[in-house]
């Protein structure tokens, strides 16, 4: 597809897994999208950048690294700084965005640590760079999981009717952050609140509460189309990091022999947020199953089952 008015897409922790793969379909996506890698470590994304060239020279030009660990206010900040004062490196130094990809984060950690990246870290990279996003035509994607949903259907129902609400506001949601902080510190489980830890632990709960921010935001940027999208299952590090650490071999076994037959691979995974970016889109401040059908924040639904209508 050809076209001289560029798009560029900031996805973040693109050096791997379904980050690397959402680049990678964006560059084949259209000959006028441009992809800004935003790694925690710049070497890895440059090795990332080099194995895209590797595959087509042709995306050198379209392709930039920025380093960035959404986890540091510092380092968001000043990544930001940097692409506001160069913008596109290889281009013509234009900072404007057609979209967000947040992808980057964590499944195992502390709670504090898994929130602080989590959902602290994209409001953080929200905040620094979607003023840079195009309002005409501008996009800002979640990258959430099933865990999230799942995760609120073992809530109580007090706690349930929290994660609909399409008026939460963030010192609601950091409300739970900091009471599920403090139950840590305590020794105490989420579930001694009515939260649930049973869909890996904090994890469940950090992609419930991105999914309630993902409703925040679409509310205070209308003129953008901000929404969530789970992957599916996709054999990455984050689906070999709920493996204990003491069971290295079981991770091994399970990610080449298990796996490949039961998990998306990375591209697979990509489909929802390829959609989320390019597709056809109503509403706003949704939540999209791995088949990029809209789904139910409190309940899990299926590839193939009817799309959620509520």
Partial sequence: MASTASRTVFVTGANKG?????VRRCLLHADNVRCVLACRS???GEAARKSLISENASWGPRTFVLEMDQ????????????WQAHGFANSDGDTTLYAIVNNAGIAIGSVADVLNVNVRGVKRVCDAFIKHVNKE????????????????????????????????????????MEEAEGL??????LEDVGLSGLIAGAYGLSKA??????MLLAREHPELK??????????????QGFIPWWLPGLAT???????????????????STMHLLFGELEGNGRYYGSDGKRSPLDKMRNPGDPEFTG
Avoid: H
Avoid at 148 to 162: A, H, I, L, W, Y
Avoid at 209 to 214: G, I, K, Q
Avoid at 253 to 271: E, I, N, R
């Fill in 42 to 44: 710049k070497e890895r």
């Fill in 209 to 214: 509460l991105l999914n309630s921010y993902t």
């Fill in 18 to 22: 379904i980050g690397l793969a959402v």
């Fill in 253 to 271: 076994f399970l990610s080449t022999c298990v796996m490949p037959f039961v998990a998306f691979t990375p591209d697979q995974g990509a489909k």
């Fill in 226 to 239: 901000i929404n969530a999208a789970t992957p599916g299952m996709v054999n990455t590090d984050i689906l």
């Fill in 71 to 82: 986890g540091s206010d510092t380092s968001v900040k000043s990544a930001e700084a940097s």
């Fill in 184 to 189: 840590e510190k305590e020794g105490r489980k």
């Fill in 137 to 176: 035509d501008g996009r800002v994607t979640m990258m959430s999981s099933g865990a999230g949903p799942g995760s609120v259907t073992k809530c109580s129902e007090e706690r349930q009717r929290f994660f609909v609400r399409d008026d939460v506001e963030w010192k609601d949601i950091q409300g739970v």
